[in-house]
């Protein structure tokens, strides 16, 4: 049974721990990170996943077997709660590219609107945060690429576009043509976000550990591939 952190209690303790530096470095900044060289930073998992690639299902097993929680579309409901912004108005950001001057007329139509820059300012302090006090795991969100890869174990799970398509056609009881156009728009929005937010193309190999093609692999080897590599990889680390 895995038991959810309260990121929001997080989140202000990270504050208080971010004011501690900045008044340690007006001392010196070796003293700043003597102060705080103790706040190690994971054990975390990312997870980036293609849409029909089983990433919600491998992503539930990984965590039942390492009793960790999983991070999802709570970061959202996080940020929402830390900016005072309603969930649905932030929902068209993420994991999504806005182009500039769209992203400042929507600004100013709709007042409550943050903006990129600022969504992805919290969405990594989020990300971060929950990093910070480890064992979690964190799905999408360009996790991998705000993260320090020394401290975790970085994901990518993908499958061959046909097949992907027929999951998704299977799990939303559509017709294959309107399967295959949501399975390109989600592919396509997926790289230009990342583009966008961190300048790398999501299908580089180096931005993870480990890419798994799902095709002939079901949820539960997957998760336990994942599993074992994660343990392996922070007992070489320890």
Do not use: C
Not at 201 to 206: A, G, Q, T
């Amino acid at each position: 049974m895995t038991t959810r952190i309260n990121v929001d209690r997080l989140l202000e303790r990270q504050a208080k721990r971010w004011e501690v530096s900045r008044r340690l470095s007006e001392q010196g900044g070796e003293a700043a990170r003597r102060a705080l060289a103790h706040l190690a930073e994971g054990p975390w998992l990312t997870i980036s996943r293609q849409i029909g690639a089983r990433g919600a299902e491998t992503a539930r097993l990984v965590g039942e077997r390492l009793e960790w929680p999983i991070y999802d579309r709570e970061i959202l409901a996080t940020i929402a709660r830390e900016t005072h912004t309603k969930e649905r108005i932030i929902s068209r950001l993420d994991e999504h590219a806005v182009g500039h001057l769209n992203d400042l007329l929507r600004n100013l139509v709709v007042p409550d609107d943050m903006g990129q820059a600022r969504f992805l300012t919290e969405m990594a302090r989020v990300v971060w945060t929950l990093a910070r006090e480890g064992e979690v795991i964190v799905v999408g969100r360009g996790a991998n690429w705000i993260l320090n890869p020394r401290f975790g174990l970085r994901v990518r799970l993908v499958a061959p576009r046909d097949v992907r398509v027929q999951r998704v056609a299977e799990r939303e009881g559509i017709e294959a043509p309107a399967a295959d156009k949501r399975v390109r728009s989600h592919d396509a929005e997926q790289h230009a976000f990342i583009r966008q937010a961190f300048g790398r193309e999501i299908e580089d190999p180096l931005g993870y550990d480990l890419v798994l093609n799902v095709e002939h692999l079901g949820a539960d080897a997957a998760a336990a591939t994942i599993v074992t590599l994660l343990r392996t990889k922070l007992e070489s680390h320890a």
